[in-house]
């Protein structure tokens, strides 16, 4: 009793005081593999030209991190930098040709009005000396980071055609600890990993983080009350509301793409269905009705039918059914098991955890050509999502000595790990994307 | 954003102090409950094969563990006597309560896992009920992957991961 009291104690403490020393806690990102076509890219350090102190942020180096990162690009290392222009006149392009960069990117920081920060970017074609694109980007000092992505972003857009997705969240979980004194957080954090921080700490499992379309609340499941729980939590009020607790099973809560319904399986009538909740009325609708274990709701970008994981064919498979009820289809049949659909692109591609004996890994199914892409080359990997603009999957791995995420191309060509520097990580969602 | 974070902090204290303090007062029910149970045993202990403190001394009661093969529910024959046991226990005390804990490995999707512990569960669960016990005795909770005792990644592992414990909340 007295030793359960003194853990009650210590754990109002660490909630307390554990806040800001957490928020140190972040991932780190290793490259584990390159992709051979990439674009080489100079991206020049963006000098400081303002009268205060320079900011602690190397907006340049934030830039040329987040394309390599993206498998697309092969940035020219900052140590073979030679030439260091701020601006369109101080460029020699034959420096960089001799250096075979097709790309190169500068800019300058300097001092915007009430104490911002003020980045102004161009990025131009190295043969031609054609400039692609330029602007400006400001924000507060402590924003430094989110300016850096936005103007990544531009940059990947410019080139790739493709809307950039680094100046993105991410959401997962963290389980630090031995058992039974695990300590599981629910984490916010920006698409490189940097800026953690906590939403929730539970001394139990949290599970299944979901993004609300516009970004601003993560619906989740707890085991806090002894059973899996609903809630969903406004990220900027902190404001939690507990949506489903029935006997039972409730869990994978999935926004729909107007967030104003929230997907989610319930077995309280015996066993796990999937049920459509209004979020205003908290009326709920019964989408599936069978004796299978139905699962993991993800909805089509229409908002018009769902996908769910099944076993109603003997092992779990993924389901196509009408966001109203009715007859399910089945849309997987590659694979003995296939499971958590994510899906990309218009609904044309989906990633699922597929298994084969002890082997579980990330596929991507291409709807148009039927073809599936291995992405990820793990034992036990798991919780496949995609990046709002499809480029990326993030996923975890289990089968290492502990969890990490990985987040790997659309192609399965070039991936990076997410390594937490004590304890697990699981359960990946990557948020949607932020508006200016 | 500072008092953000801060109404956040205080929202986790909040639900984590109660969720503690939920769990703190069930610890001090139990732990209590010899001097009750005593009471209750003396005033009005049902006839039968056990008496409440055979929980702690009988050899079979005592087995509250139900271990499953891989993607299966099916109850294996060497837990039949468990199961028999803990059927007339529940029988013969009607107002004991157990909890059904259905866990699986780490396998796989965890919210199918989610779904297998479940079905583990209600197996445990219809075995009670067909050897006599009520089904308003047992309540099934399934914890799926999130709650191995082995952190291991190979069969050995994996085969003590596949459960279902049998957890007395009233005895």
Same mark, same amino acid.
């Given at each position: 009793m007295q030793t359960r009291f003194f853990q009650i104690v210590f754990l109002s403490l660490a909630l307390c005081f554990g806040f800001r020393e957490v928020s140190a806690q972040g991932l780190t990102i290793d490259i584990t593999n390159g992709n051979p076509s990439a674009l080489p890219v100079a991206v020049v350090p963006f000098a400081y030209q303002g009268s205060s102190t320079?900011?602690? !942020?190397?907006?340049?180096?934030?830039?040329? /991190?987040?394309?390599?990162? *993206?498998?697309?690009?092969? !940035?020219?290392?900052k140590q073979d930098v030679v030439e260091f222009p701020t601006r369109e006149s101080e460029v020699r392009f034959p420096t960089w040709k001799l250096l075979k960069q097709d790309y190169l990117v500068i800019g300058r920081v300097s001092d915007g009005a009430d104490g911002t920060l003020r980045a102004e970017y161009e990025a131009f074609l190295v043969g031609s000396g054609q400039r692609l694109v330029g602007g400006v980007i400001s924000g507060q000092r402590s924003a430094a980071r989110d300016i850096a992505h936005q103007i990544a972003d531009v940059v990947y857009e410019k080139i790739t055609g493709v809307r950039g997705a680094f100046w993105t969240r991410i959401a997962y979980v963290t389980a630090v600890g031995v058992s039974p004194r695990i300590q599981y957080q629910l984490m916010v954090a920006d698409s490189d990993g940097y800026n953690p921080q906590t939403l929730v700490r539970s001394a139990e499992s949290l599970m299944s983080p979901s993004w609300s379309p516009d970004g601003t609340k993560l619906?989740?499941?707890?085991?806090? *009350?002894?059973?899996?729980?609903?809630?969903?939590?406004?990220?900027? !009020?902190g404001q939690r509301q507990l949506v489903? *607790?029935?006997r039972g099973i409730n869990s994978g809560p999935a926004f729909s793409p107007d967030g104003r319904k929230l997907a989610m399986t319930l077995s309280f009538a015996g066993n796990p269905?999937?049920?459509?909740?209004d979020l205003a009325s908290k009326s709920r609708t019964q989408i599936t009705k069978h004796y299978a274990i139905d699962v993991e709701s993800a909805w089509m970008p229409d908002g018009q039918s769902l996908l769910f994981t099944s076993d109603r064919s003997g092992k779990p498979q993924i389901y196509e059914v009408s966001a109203s009820g009715g007859e399910a289809r089945r849309i997987s049949f590659?694979?003995?098991?296939?499971?958590?659909?994510?899906?990309?692109c218009e609904g044309k591609q989906i990633a699922m955890v597929q298994g084969s004996g002890?082997?579980?890994?990330?596929?991507v199914l291409d709807r148009g050509t039927g073809q599936y892409t291995q992405i990820s080359p793990g034992n036990q990997?798991?919780?496949?999502?995609? /990046?709002?603009?499809?480029?990326?999957?993030?996923?975890? *791995?289990?089968?290492e000595s502990r969890g990490v995420l990985y987040s790997a191309s659309a192609d399965g060509r070039v991936r990076q790990r997410l390594v937490l520097a004590d304890g697990d990580v699981r359960e990946p969602a990557w948020g949607p994307f932020r508006q200016r | 954003m500072n008092s953000t974070l801060r109404i956040i902090a205080l929202a986790a204290i909040v639900v984590a102090a109660s969720a503690c303090a939920k769990k703190a007062q069930v610890k001090e029910t139990m732990d209590t409950s010899p001097r009750t149970e005593t009471t209750t045993t003396e005033r009005s202990d049902p006839a039968g094969r056990y008496s409440r403190g055979d929980l702690d001394t009988d050899a079979c009661l005592r087995q509250r563990v139900v271990y499953f093969d891989f993607d299966s529910t099916a109850i294996r024959s060497e837990f039949q006597s468990q199961i028999a046991c803990h059927a007339e226990y529940l029988r013969q005390f009607s107002d004991a309560r157990v909890s059904l804990e259905g866990n699986t490995d780490e396998r796989g999707s965890r919210e199918y896992n989610l779904g297998l512990g479940e079905r583990r569960g209600n197996a445990v669960q219809s075995a009670l009920s067909a050897a006599g016990a009520s089904s308003s005795q047992q309540n099934v909770v399934s914890y799926g992957e999130e709650r191995p005792v082995d952190r291991g990644h190979s069969e050995s592992a994996w085969g003590k991961n596949r459960r279902v414990e049998i957890v007395y909340s009233s005895r």
């Open positions: 320079p900011p602690d !942020t190397d907006i340049g180096e934030i830039v040329r /991190a987040d394309l390599a990162r *993206s498998g697309k690009f092969k !940035t020219l290392p619906a989740y499941v707890s085991f806090e *009350s002894g059973n899996s729980a609903i809630y969903v939590q406004d990220l900027t !009020t489903s *607790s029935n269905d999937i049920y459509v909740m590659t694979g003995q098991y296939n499971a958590r659909a994510s899906i990309c002890n082997v579980y890994r990330i596929a990997d798991e919780s496949p999502s995609f /990046a709002p603009n499809g480029s990326m999957v993030l996923y975890a *791995s289990s089968g | -």
